[in-house]
């Protein structure tokens, strides 16, 4: 593939976070057809949503924190969910709390739950269900 048919999508207000997920996603996403976008606004990352599916970009799933200064990673999923109800979403988070998490999980808004710090493995295996559904291969690091 040679055009940008697919996306990820990274929210967390702090840089060094994305600067990692972005290191390990890398590794593994075909980058050739797939964009992998960071933000550290919410708010942003909801406008950057729609322009995607806008521009007939396939999202593949996005990955959220919890606890950022605009809206909590909770509040942008649901925000996420309202539209786009079909879409993966993985909060990777050191802050959130059982009975958060769980709301998601029971609400059947979150696909995964991964806490910080975390390792590359865990973040893999989360992502890799939602690549083959796309019938995408992994690149091995």
């Known amino acids: ?14 840089p060094t976070i994305l600067q990692m997920i972005s290191f390990q ?8 057809c797939t964009l992998i976008e960071f933000f550290t606004s919410p708010i942003k990352a909801l406008e950057s949503i729609d322009d995607l599916i806008g521009e007939d970009i396939d999202i593949i799933f996005i990955v959220v924190d919890y606890q950022m200064p605009e809206m909590n990673g909770a509040e942008l999923i ?3 969910k309202i539209n ?5 979403c993985i ?3 050191g802050q959130a709390n059982a ?4 709301d998601l999980v029971n609400d059947n808004l979150l696909d995964s739950f991964i806490p910080k710090p ?3 493995e865990d973040l893999i295996k ?4 939602f690549l083959e559904d796309r019938d995408l291969i992994l690149k091995k690091p």
Do not use: G
Not at 1 to 14: G, H, N, Q, R
Not at 25 to 32: A, C, F, G, P, W
Not at 126 to 129: L, M, S
């Open 1 to 14: 593939m040679d055009k940008l048919k697919y996306a990820i999508v990274c929210v967390d207000d702090d």
């Open 25 to 32: 996603l890398q590794k593994y996403v075909d980058e050739e």
């Open 78 to 80: 649901r925000n996420i």
């Open 84 to 88: 786009h109800p079909e879409m993966k």
């Open 91 to 93: 909060m990777l988070s």
């Open 99 to 102: 009975i958060q998490v769980d």
């Open 118 to 120: 975390w390792n590359e």
């Open 126 to 129: 989360a992502i890799i269900p």
